[in-house]
Structures are given as structure tokens and as C-alpha cells.
């Protein structure tokens, strides 16, 4: 198979590049995922969708030897934060509405949904009546793949809003995250199969899903303990769950940390020539009042990021002002615009304000800025 002509004939052979680099055949094409996508590039949602779908009609075309291939995947063990996410409420609505407008207003949620999740890096497994399960994790591991999933759950909440003015009807998620180790591999039969995970964590991740009220989150121990820095939690108490033998401690995340709170530092060693250049900018700046740009790159564990909070540190200390935009890493979208983070930051926007609070901001700085000429936008 040319994958580069059939990228071609879909209209994307921007990506061809890509696609060679990462050595992906038409074996790997059958096998590829939103996130893998993501990975290698793919940032448009709408593109891969495009792809995926494609791939999917390859996998229509030779479906005996993709399932022969898929059953002959390994099982094999994973340390993943899996989510469940429903709609409250469904049965009732779907009485009320009927099965026509039932069916638009679901594709709806997941489609709201799956964009939520893929944004923050996770990967939807499966859609369960209405109910969404995403895996953070796998195929794609990150480091921080339990904040991705709590960040998500808050972001479908908030999602809900819009949903419920576009659609005339209040709508609210219910929400279940656990964090284990799961079995990933195919399970089926010889005429269905299908990559999937199963074990404690999946399970219990649902159960809190089931117990979660409408507009409602709740996460596992293992979830809070690796999440505190961004997330204010509640204590539900420890909950017997259908399944496990002993009872589990219950969260509800509260609220996200804007700034997360600050860690005790580490004494500063070493990096001293570094550090005396990022002095040499300061007093720089301070001196002609132009700003500079600075990239701090390196291998993993030289201390890149101990560098920059003690050059944070030393530019409070001598007044200047201190902004700070989070970009997640690798596989997210979310996160990943610094300078919309930065901005906000400067005219004092939360990343949940509404329209309103926006164009308040816009004509605080029109009216404080003088001769200074603001083109409006989305930020």
C-alpha cells in the first residue's frame, strides 16, 4: 500500500512526512489511534477524524486479517487513570423526547465528550449506552495522566452548559475516576473482538461513576494523592463498593488550583553560568525596558525546571511581575496555547470566563492603555 497516495487521496498529504518518519505501513495503519495521531502530529480534530475514519473503511475491506492480527495481540498489564462520564438523567429524556431527537442529542454529548477527552490526551475506549469511557494512559502514557483525567471531568462539566443552551434542555454529567494498573488487550469472539482494559481499577472507576449525583465527580484515593497540587477535594468518606472486598476512601474535586500550590524548593545547586545569564537579562531589562525570550532546553532530570523557579524567584524578589501559563505535556491539546494562557493572566481572566467577563477585560485595557490599539478577539 502507498500510504503517501492515499494520504493524497484524502486530501491530507501534509502529512506524509510525518507518517514516513514514524514508520507507519499499512500493518500499523490499521492499528492507529486518535491519540497515536496526535502524536505524531495530527493536530486537527477534523483531520483525524477524517483519518479515522478512512482506516476504518480500510479495516471494512480486509476485516479477516485485521481480526486475525488483533486476537493475536498479548494481554498485557498498565498503570492507567481510567474515566467514566454520563448523562444524568437519560432514561427519562430519551422517553420525553422520543427516539429521533434522543439519538441527535447523544451524539451531541459524545461528541462534546470525546473532544474533551482527546484534548487533554486520553483515549475514548467505548461508548455504553450513554455513558463514555476514556482511558488516560494507554495507548499513550504520560506523566501526569490522573491530572489530564480530573482537568477532562472538569472541563465536561463545564461543557454542559453550552450543551444545555444549544440543545433547550438542562443537562448535567456524572463523572467516575479511578487510577490502577488494568489489563489492556482483545476480547471477544470469533466473530467480535475488540482492544479494550479490564480489572479493579476499570471497575471501580464505573461504580463511582454509578454513584456520582448529577453535575457530580468522584474520584479514588489513589487519584486525590496524585492530584492535591491542582484540584481542592471533599471527602465522601470510605464507601463500600459492589465487587471490592474492602471499602475505598471517596473524593469529590471541589474546584481546580488556578496557581498550584507551590512546593517546598530544593536547595539551588550548580547552573550558576545559566543563572548568571538570566540575571544579565534582568538587569538588562530593567535597564532599557525591553523584554527577551528565553527557551531552557535539555535531557530530562538536569534540573531545567529547578533553574527556572529560581530565576522566578530572583525576578520577584526584585519586582518584577510574575505570569505563568501551564502547557501539559506531550498528546494534549489543552494547555498547550501558553500565549492565550499568558494573556489571561495579564488582564486577570480565569480559563472558565464567560463572554462577558472577556470583553470586560478588552475595555479595562482599551481604557488604561491610551494611544495603545487592541484588536478584539477570542483569548
Do not use: C
Request: hydrophobic share 40%; net charge negative.
Amino acid at each position: 500500500m502507498n500510504i503517501e497516495a492515499w494520504l493524497k487521496g484524502l486530501g491530507l498529504e501534509q502529512y506524509s512526512a510525518s507518517f514516513r518518519e514514524n514508520d507507519i505501513d499499512a500493518a500499523t495503519l490499521a492499528k492507529l489511534t486518535a491519540g497515536d495521531l496526535k502524536e505524531i502530529g495530527v493536530t486537527s480534530v477534523g483531520h483525524r477524524r477524517t483519518l479515522l475514519d478512512a482506516i476504518a473503511r480500510l479495516i471494512e475491506a480486509i476485516r479477516e486479517p485485521v481480526v486475525q492480527n488483533a486476537a493475536e495481540l498479548e494481554d498485557e498489564r498498565r498503570q492507567v487513570t481510567v474515566l467514566f462520564a454520563d448523562l444524568s438523567g437519560f432514561t427519562a429524556l430519551s422517553n420525553e423526547l422520543g427516539a429521533e431527537k434522543s439519538r441527535a442529542l447523544l451524539n451531541r454529548y459524545f461528541e462534546t465528550v470525546d473532544d474533551i477527552i482527546e484534548a487533554y490526551g486520553g483515549t475514548v475506549d467505548k461508548h455504553i449506552g450513554d455513558n463514555v469511557m476514556a482511558v488516560f494512559g494507554a495507548p499513550v502514557a504520560h506523566t501526569d495522566d490522573p491530572e489530564r483525567a480530573v482537568r477532562a471531568a472538569f472541563g465536561v462539566h463545564s461543557a454542559m452548559t453550552g450543551l444545555s443552551a444549544e440543545t433547550g434542555r438542562p443537562l448535567l454529567a456524572h463523572i467516575g475516576i479511578a487510577s490502577g494498573q488494568v489489563v489492556a488487550g482483545t476480547t471477544g469472539s470469533d466473530k467480535h473482538t475488540e482492544y479494550t482494559m479490564t480489572g479493579d481499577t476499570v471497575n471501580l472507576a464505573s461504580r463511582l461513576n454509578d454513584m456520582a449525583g448529577p453535575g457530580e465527580t468522584l474520584v479514588s484515593n489513589a487519584v486525590q494523592r496524585v492530584t492535591s497540587r491542582i484540584a481542592k477535594y471533599a471527602t465522601r468518606g470510605e464507601v463500600s463498593v459492589k465487587g471490592l472486598v474492602r471499602p475505598v476512601r471517596v473524593w469529590v474535586p471541589a474546584e481546580l488550583i488556578l496557581e498550584p500550590i507551590p512546593e517546598r524548593l530544593a536547595a539551588f545547586v550548580g547552573r550558576r553560568a545559566e543563572l548568571a545569564q538570566f540575571k544579565a537579562l534582568l538587569n538588562e531589562t530593567e535597564t532599557h525596558g525591553k523584554g527577551h525570550s528565553i527557551l531552557v532546553r535539555g535531557e530530562p532530570g538536569i534540573g531545567k525546571t529547578r533553574l527556572v523557579e529560581e530565576f522566578a524567584k530572583i525576578a520577584t524578589e526584585r519586582g518584577f511581575e510574575l505570569h505563568k501559563s501551564l502547557v501539559l505535556d506531550f498528546g494534549a491539546g489543552k494547555g498547550q496555547d501558553a500565549i492565550r494562557a499568558l494573556v489571561r493572566s495579564l488582564v486577570a481572566l480565569s480559563p472558565d470566563s464567560g463572554e462577558e467577563a472577556r470583553k470586560g477585560a478588552v475595555d479595562r485595557v482599551i481604557s488604561t492603555a491610551g494611544g495603545f490599539r487592541w484588536r478584539t478577539g477570542s483569548f
